[in-house]
């Protein structure tokens, strides 16, 4: 089980800033049951950010949070490797 | 030898560059900061560091009323540090926070220009990997989850391209994959075009692709294979290695008596896929069951191949995209359809795909190179008038 205290210590270690709401989202959905370690979740998350700052503006990439919307995006991409 | 003629003292920019060079200015006792050569702001440089020099020439134009002629932000960055580092040496503080407010204006206008065109740039170069993503898979047919991978490679290049901007590290990734399917899946090509287009996008440094097998790999005698594989992992750095039918490494030699050289490769390979993990897109490919057997031969390859890529079998649909698209390679697409090929195709298809070594497009290909020489059969022929019956002739089937 991941703490959220470990995934934003992760975070930070990337220098990327997460949404307090989205990190608790994400932690209540990859904490039950087994699920991805910390380094799979952080891998999978920051993929997922890089993914949204692909498709949108530039302008917008540049406030770099990551949001509720990259941690389902997130939980999309663990479902998939299941 | 440096003169101040041939030093350019007239902008800080000259003068920035030098830094860390003090021993150049040894034996000057003063110079001409201006490019009027009016002799209005000479500065002594005798025992000064570059920092001070730069410091009182900043001083000095601001007193001067003039505006500071410096080349960009980089160089406005430097400047408005030096000047609060060296006006605390000289306790000047409340003087140089004037000196701060009037440049640090300059500074942000800088910093606000230096950003928009930050932007364009990024705009530019995300829009150039999408145009290079389309193109590169544009002639493939059923490679909806390789595109996703290498969509989110090029999405994780161009948010490090972000971050860089933002004043962040890079987030290295590591890019090793492993391809599952069956034969004829297109794993070589794609892998092909992974190379090209990693590269294209600059993701990685080189274009080349190494593709090795294990007989690539494997050595004849003790410190051989050792050999060979360094030599391998060295030519293909920068750019991607790909091993085809990977799962081959795990069968023990049998000819070659107790030494197992198929698991020094793979702890080899293992070692390599970490330490050259940024500089090295490595690809192990083979069949899905082999492959699944393979990676847990050892504990280290899962966690460092953290990405699979399956490679379904071609639907029927998809077989017959991939028999046009060659057809059309070679310029017999009219003539195949006159000839009613297509029924035979089909029919050929549904034989093939009944037995267990079936190849998918490469199947296809071997078709369709059975059509060409049938084609070019029919032209040898003595009988074949070529004025007339060359483009009617059907294109018999060959049995494959």
């Known amino acids: ?82 | 030898m440096i003169t101040t003629q041939n030093v350019n003292l007239r902008n800080v920019s000259g003068l920035l560059r030098l830094r860390g060079r003090e021993s150049l200015f040894d034996g000057f006792s003063h110079a001409n900061l201006c490019s009027d050569h009016s002799g209005d702001l000479q500065i002594s440089i005798a025992g000064k560091s570059i920092d001070e020099i730069i410091y009182r020439i900043v001083m000095a134009f601001y007193q001067s009323g003039r505006a500071l002629p410096l080349g960009n932000l980089t160089e406005s960055a430097k400047v408005l540090q030096i000047v609060q580092e060296q006006s605390e040496i000289f306790g000047e503080a409340e003087e140089a926070t004037r000196v701060l407010g009037h440049y640090g204006e300059l500074h942000e206008a800088y910093r606000e220009e230096s950003n928009r065109r930050k932007v364009i740039e990024l705009e530019k170069s995300r829009e150039r990997m999408h145009d290079l993503i389309n193109e590169g898979f544009s002639s493939l047919v059923g490679i909806e989850d390789v595109r996703a991978v290498v969509e989110d490679f090029a999405a994780m290049h161009f948010f490090n391209q972000v971050r860089q901007v933002q004043g962040k590290k890079p987030i290295p990734q590591t890019k090793h994959l492993v391809m599952v399917g069956n034969p004829g899946t297109g794993k070589t090509s794609v892998a092909r075009i992974i190379a090209r287009l990693y590269h294209e996008i600059g993701i990685t440094t080189s274009s080349a692709i190494t593709e090795v097998s294990r007989s690539d790999l494997i050595g004849d005698h003790i410190g051989a294979t050792e050999k060979k594989c360094k030599a391998i992992f060295q030519e293909a750095q920068g750019g991607v290695l790909f091993i085809d039918e990977a799962y081959s490494l795990a069968v023990p030699n049998g000819t070659l008596g107790t030494v197992d050289y198929g698991k020094r490769v793979i702890d080899q390979l293992v070692v390599e896929a970490e330490n050259k993990r940024l500089g090295l897109t490595i690809i192990l490919a083979g069949y899905p069951l082999e492959m699944q057997s393979f990676l847990e031969t050892n504990p280290g390859l899962r966690s460092r191949f953290p990405i699979t890529i399956n490679f379904a079998d071609y639907g029927k649909e998809a077989l017959e995209a991939i028999l046009f698209s060659m057809l059309e390679e070679v310029d017999l697409e009219a003539d195949f359809v006159a000839a009613d090929g297509v029924e035979d195709f089909r029919q050929e298809l549904a034989k093939a795909q009944r037995l267990p070594s079936f190849g998918n497009a490469r199947w296809v290909r071997n078709y369709v190179e059975s059509v060409t020489r049938d084609r070019a059969r029919v032209a040898f022929r003595l009988s074949t008038d070529l004025s007339t019956d060359l483009g009617t002739q059907p294109s018999h089937r060959r049995v494959l």
């Open chain 1, 1 to 82: 089980m991941i703490k959220k205290e470990s995934l934003l210590e992760e975070m930070r270690h990337y220098s990327c800033d997460i949404e307090e709401a989205a990190a608790d989202y994400l932690i209540t959905k990859v904490g039950v049951g087994p699920g991805p370690n910390l380094i799979e979740l952080s891998r999978m998350l920051i993929q997922s950010h890089a993914r949204r700052v692909f498709e949108q503006s530039v302008a917008d990439s540049l406030v770099g949070v990551i949001t509720l919307d990259d941690c389902i995006a997130c939980l999309g991409r663990l479902d998939n490797l299941k």
